[in-house]
């Protein structure tokens, strides 16, 4: 899964600067109402290795809610 992480993170390079307050969704880039200056563990539908998921991608990847 090496290799989609490194592609997750290019496109979340680009696409991240387009707003400085708001993280994206890693997978189908929906703005989350995460703000980026949240440390990532008290984020909601966040995935390491991947990023920043919003609650539909996440429910839709792991088959229940975010805690
Ligand atoms: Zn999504």
Do not use: H
């Not at 109402?33 to 949240?38: C, L, M, V």
């Not at 990532?40 to 990023?51: A, D, F, I, P, T």
């Amino acid at each position: 899964m090496g290799d989609n992480v490194f592609d997750f993170k290019g496109k979340r390079i680009q696409k991240a600067q387009s707003d400085k307050l708001y993280e994206y969704c890693a997978v189908c880039w929906a703005k989350t109402d995460i703000r980026k200056n949240t440390p990532v563990e008290l984020r909601r539908c966040y995935v390491n290795g991947v990023g920043q998921l919003c609650p539909t991608c996440y429910l839709e990847l792991y088959g229940k809610d975010s805690p």
